[in-house]
């Protein structure tokens, strides 16, 4: 699997707090299953993004850490008016592995009207935006519609893989399923913060997913787009969740 959401970086923001909670993260992320992990601090009015620090970070727990899974660098991108105009002058800075993907963490108070002229801005730069857990917004619950507009547009839509598991209560999980149905989920990922309630193992929610979804489509969501987004390719079609297997099926 490959994790494109969590903060495993010490100190940068309200993930990790040290060095060793970092290392224990990316280990459990390891040791169940997770081959490549992007590190993505948040950028808004709270952290200071700081790009080199952030790499060195990396490289730090990289080494302290292990081999694998294999970090990667990348953003928790607020839209902020500085923010928007800096990633659009310098597409790499904030997207994922440099590559173009770039993760936008909305605010739980209010949605810009002008959002939409600002995925468009994004995108004529070269970069992907990639809503990160709409479900757990309690505005964008109540835009499905608009998601698939600005999903039309060529932006990318990542849940929370503990939303479909309960874990961020029911209307999380509700809209989780509900976005799955209208085929309008590209990632799923940790957006891990510690080592008890939002962790880096992901092997339940694989499970899951496989479960309810099918296995190609649990692929596609913690593999095969992760991938891409990694490489700086275009996403494929998720493909269409499979029926729910009935348990009396096995006993044809």
């Not at 493909?239 to 006993?251: G, V, Y």
Request: charged fraction near 20%; aromatic fraction near 8%.
């Amino acid at each position: 699997m490959i994790d494109i959401h969590s903060h495993i970086l010490y100190g940068l923001d309200d993930g990790s707090k040290d060095l060793e909670q970092s290392v224990a993260m990316v280990r459990m992320a390891g040791e169940n299953g997770t081959t490549d992990i992007v590190a993505t601090p948040h950028s808004n009015l709270e952290y200071r993004f700081q790009p080199e620090l952030v790499e060195a970070r990396i490289a730090e727990l990289q080494k302290a850490a292990g081999p694998t899974p294999r970090i990667h660098y990348g953003c928790d991108f607020h839209l902020s008016y500085d923010n928007i105009q800096d990633a659009v002058a310098h597409p790499g800075r904030y997207s994922i592995n440099h590559n173009g993907y770039l993760l936008v963490e909305f605010s739980d108070l209010t949605i810009f009207h002008t959002t939409t002229q600002i995925f468009e801005q994004l995108l004529a730069a070269g970069l992907a935006p990639v809503i990160t857990h709409p479900e757990r917004n309690l505005l964008l619950q109540q835009r499905l519609e608009q998601l698939k507009s600005w999903a039309e547009m060529g932006v990318a839509i990542q849940v929370t893989g503990q939303s479909f598991l309960g874990r961020f209560g029911n209307r999380a999980q509700e809209f989780s399923e509900a976005l799955m149905k209208e085929r309008l989920v590209h990632f799923v990922a940790s957006d891990a913060h510690d080592l008890k309630h939002r962790t880096t193992d992901l092997s339940e929610v694989r499970n899951h997913l496989v479960d309810h979804y099918g296995e190609p489509a649990a692929a596609s969501l913690l593999v095969g787009n992760p991938r891409a987004a990694l490489d700086g390719r275009p996403l494929e079609p998720v493909p269409e969740p499979a029926p729910r297997r009935k348990w009396f099926s096995f006993l044809r």
